[in-house]
């Protein structure tokens, strides 16, 4: 039950933004065994004066870097999120074409109790 934020400069087309939605499906599907057609998942683009980063931790980002945000129950294990980041920088440098170094990456964990998904119900408390 992800649920998936990703932050990019403004200016890409669709087929851009799409080959990405598509790519982290896939890796979420396969590092994170996410059911098929889980996909709560949002983009958010920023102008250029709305959108930073740096070289901290000697990466040489540039301005097509993608930040993504990725909300999890706490129940995935480390090689379980080390997979994910690896797949998912993969599969975005076969489509759409994102360097590695423009692929950061968080997960965040919620207990199965702090979700609702739908008619203010607590499904998985």
Same mark, same amino acid.
């Given at each position: 039950?992800?649920?998936?934020?990703?932050?990019? $400069?403004?200016? /890409?087309?669709?087929?851009?933004? *799409?080959?990405?939605? @598509?790519?982290?499906?896939?890796?979420? $599907? !396969?590092?994170?065994?996410?059911?098929?057609? !889980? *996909?709560?998942?949002?983009?958010?683009? &920023?102008?250029?004066?709305?959108?930073? &980063?740096? =070289?901290?931790? %000697?990466?040489?980002?540039? +301005? @097509?870097?993608?930040?993504?945000? #990725?909300?999890?129950?706490? =129940? $995935? =294990?480390? !090689? *379980? /999120? /080390?997979?994910?980041?690896?797949?998912?920088?993969?599969?975005?440098?076969? &489509?759409?074409? #994102?360097?590695?170094? @423009?692929?950061? #990456?968080? #997960?965040? +964990?919620?207990?199965?109790?702090?979700?609702?998904? %739908? &008619?203010?119900?607590? *499904?998985?408390?």
């Amino acid at each position: 039950m992800p649920r998936l934020n990703i932050s990019l $400069r403004a200016g /890409k087309p669709e087929a851009y933004r *799409q080959a990405i939605l @598509d790519s982290l499906y896939r890796a979420m $599907r !396969d590092a994170l065994t996410v059911p098929e057609d !889980d *996909q709560f998942m949002t983009i958010t683009e &920023h102008d250029a004066s709305n959108f930073r &980063h740096g =070289t901290a931790f %000697g990466v040489a980002r540039s +301005e @097509d870097l993608v930040y993504i945000q #990725i909300i999890v129950f706490d =129940t $995935r =294990t480390l !090689d *379980q /999120k /080390k997979a994910f980041f690896r797949r998912a920088t993969d599969l975005l440098g076969e &489509h759409p074409g #994102i360097r590695p170094e @423009d692929v950061f #990456i968080n #997960i965040v +964990e919620a207990a199965k109790e702090n979700w609702s998904v %739908g &008619h203010g119900l607590a *499904q998985f408390a």
